[in-house]
């Protein structure tokens, strides 16, 4: 009886713990969807539903800049990063050899070093020594020195358990390299793949550290977001969060259905 | 046959159907990337010619932008900052290639200058500076002009101070007069002041210096007393009353929204500010949504801060179009149709006599007929030394 | 003899092939601006000008006067009560995801980090309204008549609470990833054998797990030792890290040569702390199936 009872407790109770994680990290993301709606967005209370500020987004063409900006470096960043990240971790984790451990070093060393660090000495150096004006390829440069080291961890935490005797025995049956990797190494590692993209953009995406010191005269939103506290966040910046977001649910629904359909299963083998 | 071999046969047997997707899904993350990689590619190589400005987010008016463009067919491309020196190092880490216009208040367009940042401005090229106020500009105001010169360094726009606001119904009358008011045990954790280190020791330091008494005495360096250039010992003094006052603040602010939120809501009680709380706070009275009545205390008894903002011309800019486009952006931003939209949208006061067409209650909730203060404010400058106000601060920021 | 030299010949290039780019990355556009920085820690600023002059001012600046060692001290406290907080919490998480979410797992964990798309300046002001004197948490408490909840305002609790919202996904994305490889039935196994549940998840779960949970630890850890953002909002007068401290020499004063020097400070801070975590990592007990086993 005891043991019944702790079969359904145990997972009721760390769903609890999710749950509660979700509403914690969702809470402030709803609030600003909430604000991107009121009139006052510093004292948004009661609840006047507006939708000006949707409406003067049409027209303002300095956040539509900025959003374009930021995708754009999140997916260079990100493709960068995961090209470079899966490469390393393969070598690292799949052939001995006596730099492996160097490797593995360096590629995670941009880890230690603090983002705000990264985005000053790329500068300095970009400035003082190569004599470069801030622009979009030094921020996405800069950014993918360090979603690689994320990307790096990230792959390696799920590799680390691949077993690559799959790989051997594609090539035993007469594979070349780039065969085996898109048909047998690809379809197993790319959930680790598609983590470390998925990471690396959101990290590049909004970030202020690294890019803010590096883009000149490039606005992003995370930067719009910084430039415009002195007078106070604009309901513009919120309505921009809450349609981005809108686009994230979005996803996340359609996702969710084709799960549903079975349609795609994401690397599950479950039933 | 072990699992992996088999799962290798299995993969090579669906090489097609899975050849076929991928290949969709490759192109149609192609099409996705360039989408949103496409703008600052084409940004990178844009025929039209960009005029790029490092400037105060509230600055940027849309309708004024959007005609400026349309009209002189340039691309308007703004990068915006909180702090002078916050900008003022960015225009010394190579800024100068980057941006085209640059904004500076106080005593900034001078430094500027000086470090071969910003070239000089002719004002006759700006024709909507003529109704301007006289206090404003020379002879009066001088700070737009190189030091002992007549040549120009910037075009001012607008104009401010840095006074307490107050909580009338929470503070005594007698003790809102002085800066003190802020170091007071009474209103333990009720005061907010900014986050921005200039700022707070400049405006300890006018209290400082009036308390040793050094401030009407002869400055070491000849000059009348100026708050961002202080003496060790003030500077140390400066330090002992942050700390005290530490003990008393609520928080430091960042952001305007948390001044108007602790404000209205009566956590907190006084806070240094541009002036913009305070207007906001009257105007709730007015509506009867606020039951006290706020006031500000631009110029308290030991004296106050302010600023005037101008433009530069940036030293990168070297082509004779591109200058006039700076020209005619300046000009442009001081026509009374954009000083209004500045007054009335963003709620900073223009330094050009919009007074015409302006509400009485208007004229009298931006002090606009006191515009004579200005004379009379310690102008915003760059501390005199950053490596000691740098190191006072930390000390506050630590102990 | 000549196979076996020529396949480690071409195991050796491809080993070059795959490695190599990644590593020159690093070297370009990290090591040579980290090294530009180390030059800029023996400089000197004066007035926002950097000059040449070689001297270790600012090592005695940052090393000697208890200033910027109590902001470093701050952040390393802050940095291992977060990251123990976060330890603590991800796991049972990242355990249930992995065990019983089925086929949405990978949504569970997508949803972690769909947050990040919305920007931390934006995310921590909101936090901030929320937890504020006058927050929705207070103005709740406040319509039921209760008085307001002074420990989430301005400091140094309501910072941490801050610091762990933006990187505690970090954490459960990792252990999540290594319990996705992980043999669940080997609990069963030692179960069968006797083994209590919390007997089984020390002795086989958490040491099996360790890769992704010392990385887990790392991803939180180094990110909470150079915090700057936080504190502004939620950290009060009192509550400024050295992440803080360190960007306003780089974004206000222009004390570079100082900051520079906290900078590899907190640069060799960082390298300890991989070195430990690297130390506690024993390849063999931890599954490793890579080459060199």
Request: glycine residues 8%; proline residues 4%; contains cysteine.
């Given at each position: ?45 009661p609840w006047n539903p507006n939708v000006k500020a949707y409406l003067n987004l049409i027209n303002l063409r300095a956040y ?208 | ?115 071969g940042l910003t070239q000089i401005v002719d004002p006759a090229k700006v024709p909507n500076l003529a109704n301007a106020y ?163 205390v631009l110029k308290p008894t030991e004296g106050g801060l302010g600023w005037i903002d101008n433009w530069m011309i940036s ?85 | ?293």
């Amino acid at each position: 009886m005891a043991r019944r009872v702790d079969r359904w407790l145990t997972p009721v109770a760390l769903g609890t713990m999710l749950g509660l994680l979700y509403v914690f990290l969702f809470a402030p993301v709803i609030y600003l969807v909430y604000t991107s709606f009121a009139r006052d967005t510093t004292w948004p209370f009661p609840w006047n539903p507006n939708v000006k500020a949707y409406l003067n987004l049409i027209n303002l063409r300095a956040y539509q800049e900025a959003l374009w900006n930021s995708l754009g470096i999140g997916l260079w960043t990100a493709l960068i990063s995961m090209a470079l990240s899966a490469m390393g971790s393969i070598a690292v984790l799949k052939y001995r050899h006596r730099w492996r451990g160097w490797f593995s070093i360096v590629l995670i060393s941009p880890m230690f070093v603090a983002e705000l660090l990264i985005g000053i000495s790329t500068l300095i150096f970009n400035r003082k020594v190569l004599g470069l004006p801030g622009n979009v390829g030094s921020a996405v440069i800069a950014n993918a020195v360090h979603g690689m080291s994320f990307g790096f961890l990230i792959m390696l935490a799920q590799l680390v358990r691949y077993d690559w005797r799959l790989d051997d025995a594609a090539m035993v049956f007469g594979a070349n390299p780039w065969r085996t990797f898109w048909h047998v190494t690809a379809p197993n590692i790319w959930p680790a793949m598609l983590g470390a993209f998925v990471i690396t953009f959101l990290l590049a995406f909004n970030n202020l550290e690294i890019s803010f010191y590096n883009l000149g005269a490039v606005p992003t939103l995370p930067s719009l977001a910084w430039g415009s506290l002195r007078y106070g966040l604009e309901a513009e910046l919120f309505a921009l969060a809450a349609l981005v977001n809108g686009v994230v649910f979005l996803a996340f629904v359609v996702i969710y259905v084709l799960m549903r359909l079975g349609i795609v299963r994401f690397g599950y083998r479950g039933i | 046959m072990t699992t992996s071999d088999r799962k290798t046969l299995l993969a090579a047997k669906a090489f097609n159907r899975r050849t076929v997707l991928k290949s969709g899904a490759a192109a149609s993350a192609v099409g996705f990337t360039a989408k949103a990689t496409g703008p600052f590619v084409r940004d990178a190589h844009a025929a039209e010619l960009e005029l790029r400005v490092l400037m105060w987010a509230n600055y940027n008016v849309e309708s004024t932008v959007t005609a400026f463009e349309q009209q002189h067919g340039v691309r308007f491309a703004p990068t915006y900052f909180d702090g002078n020196s916050e900008a003022f190092n960015k225009m010394k880490a190579g800024g100068t290639q980057d941006f085209d216009l640059v904004q500076a208040d106080g005593h900034w367009p001078r430094t500027y200058h000086k470090q071969g940042l910003t070239q000089i401005v002719d004002p006759a090229k700006v024709p909507n500076l003529a109704n301007a106020y006289p206090a404003c500009v020379p002879p009066k105001y001088t700070l737009d002009q190189v030091e002992g010169g007549t040549d120009w360094v910037a075009i001012p726009n607008c104009w401010g101070g840095y006074g307490v606001t107050i909580n009338t119904s929470m503070v005594d009358a007698a003790d809102a007069e002085s800066i003190e008011v802020l170091y007071n045990e009474k209103y333990k954790g009720h005061i907010i002041t900014s986050a921005r280190f200039e700022e707070n020791i400049a405006e300890t330091g006018i209290l400082v210096a009036d308390r040793m008494g050094t401030r009407d005495a002869a400055r070491p360096d000849g000059k009348p007393f100026n708050p961002y250039v202080l003496t060790d010992e003030e500077l140390e003094e400066c330090k002992t009353w942050l700390i005290k006052q530490k003990g008393l603040l609520l928080t430091r602010y960042v952001e305007y929204d948390m001044v108007d939120r602790l404000m209205i809501s009566g956590q907190a009680w006084m806070s240094p500010e541009w002036g913009i709380t305070f207007r906001r706070l009257l105007a709730m009275h007015r509506n009867g949504e606020l039951d006290w009545q706020a006031r500000h205390v631009l110029k308290p008894t030991e004296g106050g801060l302010g600023w005037i903002d101008n433009w530069m011309i940036s030293s990168g800019v070297e082509d004779a179009e591109k200058r006039e486009i700076c020209y005619a952006w300046i000009n442009n931003f001081l026509s009374d149709e954009n000083m209004l939209k500045v007054l009335r949208e963003e709620g900073t006061s223009s330094v050009i006599d919009i007074r015409k067409h302006l509400t009485e209650i208007e004229i009298e909730d931006f002090l606009l007929n006191e515009t004579e203060q200005i004379s009379g404010l310690y102008m915003f400058d760059q501390p005199s030394s950053p490596e000691k106000w740098e190191r006072v601060w930390s000390e506050v920021e630590a102990a | 003899m000549a196979a076996p030299r020529r396949l480690f010949y071409r195991s050796e290039t491809r080993f070059l092939l795959l490695g190599l780019p990644g590593v020159m990355f690093v070297v370009f556009f990290l090591l040579f601006p980290i090294v530009s920085v180390i030059v800029f820690s023996f400089w000197r600023t004066e007035s926002y000008e950097i000059y040449a002059d070689w001297n270790l001012d600012n090592y005695r600046t940052v090393l000697f006067e208890g200033t910027y060692l109590t902001f470093l001290w701050r952040s390393i406290v802050t940095a291992v009560v977060v990251t123990a907080a976060c330890l603590v919490y991800a796991w049972p998480v990242a355990y249930f995801i992995a065990k019983y979410g089925g086929r949405y797992r990978l949504l569970l964990v997508l949803a972690l980090a769909a947050p990040f798309f919305t920007g931390a300046v934006l995310r921590l002001s909101a936090l901030q309204a929320i937890m504020g004197p006058i927050g929705v948490i207070n103005m709740a408490l406040g319509m039921f008549g209760l008085p307001a909840v002074e420990f989430l305002m301005f400091n140094k609790f309501a910072s941490g609470i801050g610091i762990a919202y933006l990187y505690l996904p970090f954490m459960v994305t990792a252990i999540y990833l290594s319990l996705l490889n992980f043999n669940f039935q080997l609990l069963n196994v030692a179960k069968v054998n006797g083994a209590r549940p919390w007997r089984a998840f020390l002795t086989v779960t958490w040491p099996l797990n360790w890769i992704g949970t010392a990385i887990g630890i790392t991803l939180v850890f180094i990110p909470c030792l150079a915090e700057s953002l936080t504190p502004t909002f939620l950290g009060g007068p009192s509550g400024k890290l050295y992440g803080s401290v360190l960007g306003l020499q780089f974004d206000q004063t222009g004390t570079w040569a100082l900051g520079s020097a906290m900078g590899v400070l907190l640069f060799a801070v960082c390298c300890v702390v991989i070195a430990v975590m690297w130390w506690t990592i024993d390849l063999r007990r931890t599954g490793f199936t890579g080459a060199g086993r």
